[in-house]
């Protein structure tokens, strides 16, 4: 009887076909700042679930929700009220980095607590790059604005006053011009890749991503969000998200049961 349940034996360093190894980064990949962000942000455990159907599916899942965000805008959003809207859209934002700070830990570790030995300590050492992830966007999105907020930048900076601000000009303008696409791809990776947590276990992916698309519905719920909306579109927008990753999700953890022989159960050795 396999251990996960059905399937091929579960076996806790992985499974299914072996995933392409990464690409090491050099002193000189440094300066591409999507060669860091893919280190940095995409899963790297060799050993994990590759399965390209998947993949396309999780990719696909993030540039509809992320299309819909953009229709929303561009259809509801009138020029008239234009900062409104976009201030709201940051809100909501900031709800949900904050939601994922709080959900991602405790739902790694109820995870890793869940976990039998020695798949407890397992868990526990693959957490770290997941962790970092999150920890890296989180330093990426808070750093221009903790440079304004320190006062060492402010709009009546005069930067001729010396040849040293002049340096730090050029110095700050390479760094955000490297920053800027980090950030972007890190958001993208970390939409699809749920903070690289198949690095933790091919199941915490879809299981976390229902959970935190759930958790900001209820919270866009609560707060009235989309309220200049009409009330279809506005239900469309508040369920259509949770409700389809709720589906692909289910699907990847049913693909990955038949496919690969890895279950929930099999990885918490319950």
Known sequence: MSANGGG???????GGQPAPPARRLTFGRLFNPIAVGRAV???????????????????????????????MLLSYGPASDADAVMDDRFGQIRTTLITLAVTFPVAVAVFIAAARPPHRGLFLRRAAKPAGALLALFVTLAAPRLITGLGYVTEDTDWTASPGRVLLLFALGAWLLWLAP????????????????????????????????????????????????????????????PLSVTAL?????????????????GALLR
């Open 249 to 265: 999700a289910l699907w990847e953890l049913r693909r990955l049961r038949t496919r690969h022989g890895i279950t929930l159960r």
């Open 8 to 14: 091929a034996p579960w076996n806790p360093y992985g």
């Open 182 to 241: 980090f950030a972007l791809y890190g958001i993208a990776q970390s939409l699809v890749h749920v903070f690289r947590t198949a690095d933790l276990h091919e199941t915490v992916p879809p299981l976390l991503a229902t959970l935190l698309v759930w958790e900001v519905a209820l919270f866009d719920l609560f707060q009235g969000a989309y309220g200049s909306v009409p009330f279809a579109a506005r239900l469309a927008l508040t369920l259509g998200g």
């Open 41 to 71: 942000f995409t899963p790297s455990r060799p050993d994990r679930v590759h399965d390209p159907a998947v993949k396309k599916t999780q990719v696909v899942r993030t540039v509809l929700g992320m299309g819909a965000i953009v229709w």
